[in-house]
């Protein structure tokens, strides 16, 4: 009787611990989305935009200083968007089944 009791008690703290630790991954999952959709629109909406003055920019007739200075910004630009487009792509990846 008390093993089974014992076995039990056991079982019922092992399903509160497995609870808490879904309960967390749920939140993490929550979290992980939120970012994703401030990754995938609010910050990529900006970075497009930018790009897109840059290039305006650099149809301007410049100092070559000027045409320096667009130049770096449209790289950097770009890198930026890479960086967010990767960003996405591995959250995405992250979230097929399977994963």
């Known amino acids: 009787m008390r093993t089974v009791t014992a076995s039990l008690l056991m079982n019922n703290s092992l399903e509160q611990i497995l609870e808490k630790q879904n309960l967390e991954i749920e939140r993490k999952n929550r979290a992980l989305d939120q970012y994703a959709y401030i990754n995938a629109h609010q910050l990529r909406a900006p970075i497009a935009r930018i790009i897109g003055l840059v290039e305006?920019?650099?149809?301007?007739?410049?100092?070559?200083?000027?045409?320096?200075?667009?130049?770096?910004?449209?790289?950097?630009?770009?890198?930026?968007?890479?960086?967010?487009?990767?960003i996405s792509k591995l959250i995405h990846e992250a979230d097929k089944p399977g994963k």
């Not at 305006?56 to 070559?64: F, G, T």
């Not at 200083?65 to 770009?78: D, W």
């Open 56 to 86: 305006l920019c650099s149809h301007l007739e410049l100092s070559d200083e000027g045409k320096e200075i667009i130049a770096r910004m449209k790289s950097e630009s770009k890198e930026l968007d890479l960086v967010v487009r990767n």
